[in-house]
C-alpha cells in the first residue's frame, strides 16, 4: 500500500511492507540531462559532494553516523534525476531521516572536500574509459544523440577539472525545488511518524530559489543526429584496443513511458531478447551458437518521454554481418507473422516475475516507485502488474507492425586493425 502526500509542496510517498528494513530516499529532477556542455558532469559532481559535510557534521562524524545506525548509503545520477538513497533498520529510521535531510538541505560543499571529490571522479572517469562496454555506450551517446539527450553523465576530464563550488551550488539551486523532489520511504512506518520526522527536519522555506517543474524533451525527431540517416547499414564503427569480440547495438525510437502502449512494448522486448525462450536467445545463442550474451530492452534516454529499443550481443568479428542478417530475419518475420502464443505467454510471465523480483526488498520497491512518481507523479506495483496482465497477443503484434517498421541503426565496436 501507497499513501502519497505534500509536505512544503515536496511529494512525500510511504510505501508500506512487512520488512525490518526501510528505505529513504530522495530524488530529485536534476540529472546530466540539464546541464550545459561547460558544465558537463555536474549533476554527479555534485552527488559525490552530497555525504561530504553539513553546518553541523563533517565527513568523518557522517560516516560514523551512518555506521552506528546500520545504515546502507549510496546515490545514483542517470541522465533525468539524482537519487540519495539509505536503507537500514526500520527502528532507526528518524535518525535516518534526520542524517539525511541535513545533507540534502545543509550539506556546505567545502572547497577542499571538492578537490578530493575531483581526484575520485577523475579515477572513475579513467575506470570507466577502460570498460569497454561503458567506453562504447559513451560512443553511441555521443555520436546518435543531442547533446543533451545522450552525453556522458560523468562529463569529461576537461570539465571535471574545471568545475567549482560556486558551480554545483547555482546549479543546484536553479534545478532543485519542491515540484521537481520526491521523497521515498519504503517499509513498515506509520505515515503519521514519517510526517513528523521530515516536518522536525525540513526548512519551512527551501534554500533552493528555482520553483518550477524541469522542462520536458519531445519525442519528434529531435534528440537523434543526422548519423541515424546514413544510407549504411552498419552507422558506426569504433575500433578499440584490447577487445577480442565484435560488441553491437542496434537502436531504433521505441515507445514512451507516456504511451498508453508502453506495457506493450515491454512484453514485445522480452519476446524479442528476454531470455534464452526468447526469439533471439532460442535462434541465435541457442539454435546457432554465435554469441554466449543477446538481449534487448527499451530505454529511457530523458524524462519523461524519449525512449530507444536496443539489441545487444558480443559475436566474433567475422560473424557480425551474419548475426546483423539474422537478427533481420528474425524481426521482418515477426512483423509478417507475428509473436506466437507460446512466446507471448513466456515473455509476459517473465515481466511480470521481473517486476516482482525486483520490488521484493524495501531498496527495490522503493527505487521502483521512485521513478514512477518523480517522472510521472503516479503508478504503483499493483497497478503496473495490472497493466501488463492486461496486455494482450493481438495488440503487441499490432504493435510490433509500426515500431519495426522503423529503419534500424546498427552500432559496432571490434578490435584495433580488424575488418567486418
Not at 512506518?189 to 522542462?215: V, W
Not at 550474451?293 to 530505454?299: C, D, K, L, N, T
Request: overall charge negative; glycine content about 6%.
Amino acid at each position: 500500500m501507497t499513501e502519497t502526500f505534500e509536505i512544503n509542496g515536496v511529494t512525500v510517498a510511504n510505501i508500506k511492507n512487512k520488512s525490518n528494513i526501510a528505505l529513504f530516499g530522495i530524488a530529485v529532477l536534476a540529472g546530466s540531462n540539464y546541464e550545459t556542455p561547460d558544465i558537463a558532469g555536474i549533476a554527479h559532481f555534485a552527488e559525490h559532494c552530497y555525504f561530504k559535510q553539513t553546518k553541523s557534521r563533517n565527513a568523518k562524524q557522517i560516516n560514523e553516523e551512518f555506521a552506528k545506525l546500520g545504515v546502507n548509503y549510496n546515490a545514483w545520477t542517470d541522465n533525468t534525476e539524482i537519487f540519495y538513497h539509505s536503507t537500514c533498520p526500520k527502528e532507526n529510521t528518524s535518525k535516518v531521516i534526520a542524517l539525511m535531510m541535513d545533507l540534502f538541505f545543509n550539506s556546505t560543499y567545502p572547497e577542499d572536500e571538492i578537490e578530493k571529490e575531483r581526484g575520485v571522479i577523475i579515477e572513475e572517469k579513467k575506470m570507466s574509459e577502460d570498460d569497454h562496454r561503458s567506453f562504447f555506450g559513451t560512443q553511441i551517446g555521443d555520436k546518435f544523440f543531442q547533446w543533451n539527450i545522450g552525453h556522458e553523465t560523468l562529463g569529461t576530464f576537461e570539465t571535471i577539472n574545471s568545475i567549482n563550488r560556486n558551480q554545483i551550488i547555482n546549479y543546484l539551486n536553479s534545478k532543485i525545488s519542491p515540484p521537481n523532489m520526491v521523497f521515498i520511504c519504503c517499509g513498515d512506518i506509520d505515515s503519521a511518524d514519517l510526517k513528523k520526522y521530515i516536518q522536525d527536519n525540513m526548512p519551512i522555506e527551501h534554500i533552493y530559489t528555482n520553483t518550477k517543474r524541469t522542462g520536458t524533451n519531445d519525442m519528434a525527431g529531435g534528440c537523434w543526429t543526422d548519423l541515424i540517416n546514413k544510407p549504411e547499414k552498419i552507422k558506426l564503427v569504433v575500433e578499440r584496443e584490447g577487445i577480442t569480440q565484435a560488441t553491437i547495438h542496434m537502436l531504433m525510437p521505441y515507445v514512451s513511458g507516456l504511451n498508453p502502449f508502453y506495457y506493450h512494448s515491454n512484453v514485445i522486448a522480452e519476446a524479442l531478447g528476454g531470455g534464452l525462450y526468447s526469439l533471439l536467445g532460442s535462434r541465435i545463442r541457442q539454435e546457432m551458437g554465435l554469441c554466449y550474451v543477446i538481449g534487448a530492452y527499451g530505454h529511457c534516454m530523458s524524462y519523461p518521454d524519449i525512449r530507444t529499443f536496443n539489441i545487444y550481443s558480443s559475436v566474433a568479428t567475422e560473424n557480425v554481418m551474419k548475426y546483423i542478417e539474422e537478427v533481420e530475419k528474425i524481426i521482418d518475420n515477426v512483423i509478417k507473422n507475428g509473436i506466437d502464443k507460446d512466446i507471448f505467454d513466456c515473455a509476459k510471465t517473465d515481466h511480470l516475475s521481473s517486476i516482482l523480483r525486483s520490488t521484493e526488498t524495501s531498496a527495490g520497491l522503493g527505487c521502483f516507485m521512485m521513478n514512477r512518481l518523480l517522472k510521472y507523479k503516479k503508478g504503483n506495483v499493483e497497478d503496473t502488474l495490472a497493466k501488463i496482465r492486461a496486455v494482450k497477443l493481438e495488440e503487441c503484434n499490432e504493435l510490433v507492425k509500426t515500431l519495426f517498421s522503423q529503419p534500424m541503426s546498427w552500432t559496432v565496436m571490434i578490435p584495433q586493425g580488424t575488418k567486418i
